[in-house]
């Protein structure tokens, strides 16, 4: 009970922490650090809601939560929530928290410059691949094993979608989806190289990501087509 209790406060605020990611352990209480170095981030998650995760009102609701649960900690002398950051002093993290709350609800409409793109930004589109292309064809990856050592690039592809069935059509269709997103949005293979290689350390075996990426989304079709024909009720 105390280990499936630990898991419901850590997850409850997952879309939080995911935001916080940037302060590592520190939060800064001045709003002119903070804001533009969550500004990619919000910009990414408001990207992401588009395609099913959390809006930003439930980022924000999240965030709240975190501050009452901070100041609850705080009065009572408990342990405050792990894996968030805390302000210096620790007693400003409830208002910093509840500050940035109301920023996120309202950012749609604040008038707001270009931020940079980030590398923790971009990786938001990507929830599916960066895990594949780390897992299976990365330098450990099981695709790319000593048991895979001799197979080819398909093969490895293979074994993936092997593994994934049969829950491939909550799997399949995203990652087909996230390779073209890859190729549109990096458009070269020393951007594809830098992003999922050197900066999330995925790999793409014994080919090119330029070539990997087309050719993992087609097999995804391709099996889909296969095996998994388009039913659905009408509700």
């Not at 009970?1 to 850590?10: A, G, I, P, V």
């Not at 609800?105 to 793109?117: F, I, K, T, V, Y």
């Not at 490895?156 to 890859?182: F, K, N, S, V």
């Not at 190289?193 to 050197?198: E, G």
Request: charged fraction near 25%; aromatic fraction near 8%; charge should be negative.
């Amino acid at each position: 009970m105390e280990k499936r209790q630990r898991s419901y406060e850590y997850f409850r605020l997952s879309s939080a922490r995911k935001l916080m990611a940037p302060f590592h352990d520190r939060l800064p209480v001045e709003v002119d650090r903070w804001e533009p170095a969550l500004a990619p981030m919000i910009r990414g998650m408001r990207y992401s809601a588009d395609g099913g995760g959390a809006n930003l009102y439930e980022v924000s609701a999240e965030l709240r939560t975190a501050a009452d649960l901070f100041a609850s900690a705080l009065s009572e002398g408990t342990p405050v929530p792990k894996n968030m950051p805390t302000t210096d002093p620790v007693e400003r993290t409830p208002h910093v928290l509840r500050e940035i709350a109301a920023h996120v609800e309202e950012w749609n409409s604040l008038p707001r410059g270009e931020a940079a793109m980030t590398t923790r930004e971009l990786a938001l589109r990507f929830p599916r691949l960066i895990p594949k292309l780390s897992i299976y064809f990365g330098q450990d990856g099981s695709a790319i094993s000593d048991e895979m050592s001799g197979s080819t690039i398909e093969e490895g592809i293979a074994m993936w979608i092997d593994q994934i069935h049969p829950r491939c059509p909550w799997e399949l269709p995203g990652t087909a989806a996230e390779c073209y997103e890859a190729l549109a949005l990096f458009q070269n293979e020393d951007a594809l190289d830098r992003f999922f290689a050197q900066e999330h350390g995925g790999g793409s075996g014994a080919v090119d990501f330029e070539e990997l990426l087309p050719l993992l989304a087609q097999s995804c079709i391709d099996h889909m087509k296969a095996h998994h024909p388009p039913v659905w009720e009408k509700r």
